[in-house]
């Protein structure tokens, strides 16, 4: 990671003055029913990219996908997003129905400097996800300069993220990519000590390559969501009907002592929020994680729980949050993942660096208004992951 922070070719001294700049964005956003964009963040953190390249004398061909389409499926057309993503970026953007090809290739080359053009989706073409070369060379055809701008697909050895780059000379890093990879860098190699990870979600097996590598990094780790059950389970514990992978048990109680012979403490909930059925409305209780009863399931953080994470959050100088403490989509049972974003914020704004990545905790900090809280909210839950893991990711490696 030190290595890529050294050799990073960064957009901001670069002349795009007559310049036709192919920029791969994620903008792979959420819709509603009505085919209303419901999160609008992916958009947002691509303009001081495109507005960068526009200033310095060139226009804009973005390629994006949206979905995962078996084919051509108009649901999942990128002429969804051209609105919504002209009104963002405060200039008028042209779309263009087809991705590759002769119409492609020449509405491209009439753009003129300061204009923007959206391609149809590039996953409409099977070849994109399978990172075929031909298929990358038709796509560098649109322009003169590539920038890769889409941090949560830079893990992905696609055509558009990945093989395209070796047709270009002039290929760069754009901004939200520099910012996701300096973010990692600062947990991963200059974090300050201590440094906490918060691990949540709802299973263990997702998490293995994570937390080995998080034990060579961090001071601490505290485990919470439905990941917490295994652990307790793996000890002896009643866990009641709450989520458990019982052939993760005998690997909770190895990470346990592993974590001991590196100095590394791990912090599991002492009580917890039960309920009698997975429902908002369910009758809830406080228990010990311990002693959950039968026919009742932990779902949020309890009150010692949460005191005892106080102290914890408030020593710590480098902060990685990865998933909810509980199951915070119910409002009966976001008392712990609020509390413990309300602390992180406080953390931040003391001098901690907080890092918060992961599609869940990243909906978390978004729903209750810490994201201009945190040091950093990354937009690719996926490639933050292999990152901290210590994995190249194929979208970065092509731009060196």
């Given at each position: 990671m030190q ?28 819709f ?7 999160d609008?963040?992916?958009i ?7 507005s960068?390249?526009l200033?310095?004398g060139?226009?804009?061909?973005l390629?994006?996908h ?6 051509i ?14 009104k963002?970026l405060?200039e008028k953007?042209?779309?263009?129905p ?7 290739e020449?509405l ?7 204009e923007?053009?959206?391609m149809?989706?590039?996953r409409?073409y099977p070849?994109?996800?399978k990172?075929?070369?031909a298929?990358?060379k ?12 889409a ?12 093989i395209?780059?070796q047709f ?6 754009g901004?939200?990519?520099e ?6 860098d600062?947990?991963i190699n ?15 097996s ?20 439905g990941m917490?059950?295994?652990?307790i389970?793996?000890?002896?514990g ?6 458990c ?9 190895e990470?346990?002592?592993k974590?001991?012979a ?8 002492k ?7 997975f429902?908002?409305l ?12 039968k026919?009742?399931?932990g779902l ?10 106080k ?15 509980g ?5 009966n ?5 609020i509390?413990?974003?309300e602390l ?14 992961g ?8 729903k ?15 490639a ?11 979208g ?5």
């Amino acid at each position: 990671m030190q290595k890529q922070l050294d050799i990073m070719n960064t957009i901001d001294n670069i002349s795009f003055h007559g310049e036709r700049v192919v920029i791969r964005v994620d903008y792979n956003v959420p819709f509603d029913d009505q085919n209303r964009i419901t999160d609008t963040t992916r958009i947002e953190s691509s303009k001081e990219t495109i507005s960068m390249v526009l200033k310095k004398g060139g226009s804009v061909i973005l390629l994006t996908h949206l979905g995962r389409p078996k084919g051509i499926d108009l649901n999942l057309s990128c002429s969804l997003i051209v609105d919504v993503t002209s009104k963002i970026l405060g200039e008028k953007v042209i779309f263009c129905p087809s991705t590759i090809g002769e119409e492609a290739e020449k509405l491209s080359k009439t753009l003129l400097p300061g204009e923007i053009m959206l391609m149809e989706n590039v996953r409409f073409y099977p070849q994109e996800t399978k990172g075929e070369k031909a298929f990358a060379k038709e796509l560098s055809k649109l322009g003169s300069v590539y920038v890769n701008d889409a941090f949560g697909s830079a893990h992905r050895a696609h055509s558009s993220t990945t093989i395209i780059a070796q047709f270009f000379e002039k290929k760069y890093f754009g901004k939200l990519l520099e910012k996701e990879i300096r973010s990692i860098d600062k947990v991963i190699n200059n974090g300050k000590k201590p440094i906490l990870a918060i691990l949540g979600g709802a299973k263990i097996s997702s998490k293995i390559t994570i937390i080995e590598s998080l034990l060579d990094l961090v001071n601490d780790i505290l485990i919470g969501g439905g990941m917490a059950y295994t652990f307790i389970k793996a000890q002896g514990g009643a866990i009641g009907s709450s989520i458990c992978e019982n052939d993760f048990c005998n690997y909770a109680i190895e990470l346990i002592a592993k974590a001991k012979a590196k100095g590394v403490q791990i912090h599991l909930p002492k009580d917890v929020i039960i309920a009698d059925s997975f429902n908002n409305l369910a009758n809830k209780k406080v228990a010990f994680i311990n002693q959950i009863p039968k026919g009742w399931q932990g779902l949020d953080f309890g009150p010692k729980s949460i005191e005892d994470i106080k102290p914890l959050i408030k020593k710590s100088k480098t902060i990685l949050w990865n998933g909810p403490l509980g199951v915070f989509e119910f409002d009966n049972f976001s008392k712990g993942t609020i509390k413990l974003g309300e602390l992180i914020s406080d953390a931040t704004s003391k001098g901690a660096f907080s890092l918060v990545g992961g599609g869940d905790s990243v909906a978390a900090v978004k729903k209750f208004g810490f994201n201009n809280k945190m040091s950093y909210v990354s937009t690719g839950g996926g490639a933050m992951l292999e990152s901290l893991e210590g994995k190249k990711l194929p979208g970065i490696e092509a731009l060196m």
